[in-house]
Structures are given as C-alpha cells and as structure tokens.
C-alpha cells in the first residue's frame, strides 16, 4: 500500500467530550480541509472520559481529504488550576498569589506531561511546570520564588 500524501499538519486545542463545530474549532478545521461534523463526533468519542477538560490535539489531513488526529494530554497550566481548583492564574503574578501547590501535586503534573515534555528525568519536568505555575501566581511548595 502506498504511504499517503500529507498535506498539512496543525494543533487545536478543545475541550474533551464536548467540542462543538462552532468557531474556533469549525472554521480552523475547515480551512485546512478537514470535516468538521466528522472530526468533532471522533474527537468527542475519543475523549469523553476527560468530561471538558481543554486538551490538545495535533491533526494530521492527507491528500485525499481524510485526516488523522492524536489527543494529547492537556496543557500544564490546566492541569495546576484543576489541582488548586482556581478559576484562573493571577492577573499580576509577582505580587497576587492565587494558591500553592505542593510537592505531591507537582510530582503527579508532571508524571502525566512526562511523556510529552523534553525533561529526561520527572524532577527536571517538575521545575518545568513550576515555572509555569510560577507564571500563573502560584507559588510551589519547597522551591525558592
């Protein structure tokens, strides 16, 4: 069988289990000739168990307009503020501090990013995403600001 033809690749970003084809998604999707009725009903089924949390997805369209895609797990500072249950990050991070995350919760973000980050060790992950935290107002248990 002959390799297909890729024609683009792209990012999205949806929540889990209930992605609509309205705008941002339909339009994005169509412009890089995907199906967005087609694509929105395998996304939702694949990702129902996640139940609205925002994840990521790369999209990969061929040729012959058929597409696959691959969900990938959701963006560090989502996973901080579902940890804390914050609404959002702080809008002045170096003086409003909005939660701390300790060292337990730090260790399971970045258990589960592991596999999509650059950090060879989980401890090098972490003070990846404590950064990110940091970014977002939260200060992080056992780590100097």
Request: charged fraction near 20%; include cysteine; hydrophobic fraction near 35%.
């Amino acid at each position: 069988m002959a390799k297909k033809q890729i024609t683009t690749v792209f990012k999205i970003q949806a929540p889990g289990g209930q992605a609509t084809p309205a705008p941002p998604i339909g339009p994005a999707l169509g412009q890089n000739g995907v199906n967005p009725g087609q694509f929105i009903q395998q996304f939702n089924e694949r990702t129902r168990q996640l139940n609205g949390k925002v994840v990521g997805c790369v999209i990969t369209v061929y040729q012959d307009r058929s597409f696959d895609f691959e969900v990938k797990s959701p963006p560090a500072a989502v996973l901080i503020k579902d940890a804390l249950k914050l609404e959002k990050g702080s809008g002045v991070p170096n003086k409003d501090k909005v939660g701390e995350l300790t060292q337990d919760q730090l260790r399971a973000i970045a258990e589960e990013k592991q596999q999509e980050m650059t950090g060879h060790t989980v401890e090098a992950v972490m003070r990846t995403i404590a950064g990110t935290a940091r970014s977002m107002g939260v200060t992080v248990e056992g780590m100097a600001t």
